[in-house]
């Protein structure tokens, strides 16, 4: 089992659009916005780091308003 923080930045305005595009993905096991460097906070909890990877660029990154992501693994 892999563990994460994923830490979001979205465009100006977009925040609460994305949260609840994010809360929709399997492996978000909880997500908030945020004040900050970054507007949200995901904790994901995934089998592999291939899914983790993909879980990142294939479902969040891809989200429209996504600017970028910091993703932190949990040791």
């Known amino acids: 089992m892999v563990n ?9 305005g977009k925040t609460m659009e994305v949260l609840r595009k994010v ?3 399997d492996a978000v096991k909880l997500a908030d ?7 949200i906070v ?4 995934i089998d592999s780091l291939a899914e983790l ?5 294939g479902d969040i990154r891809t ?3 996504v600017t970028n992501t910091k993703t932190l693994i949990v040791f």
């Open 4 to 12: 994460a923080y994923c830490l979001i930045s979205t465009a100006p």
């Open 23 to 25: 809360k929709t993905i």
């Open 63 to 65: 989200i429209p308003s």
């Open 42 to 45: 995901t904790r994901i909890e």
């Open 53 to 57: 990877s993909k879980t990142v660029f």
């Open 33 to 39: 916005s945020v004040a900050g460097d970054y507007d």
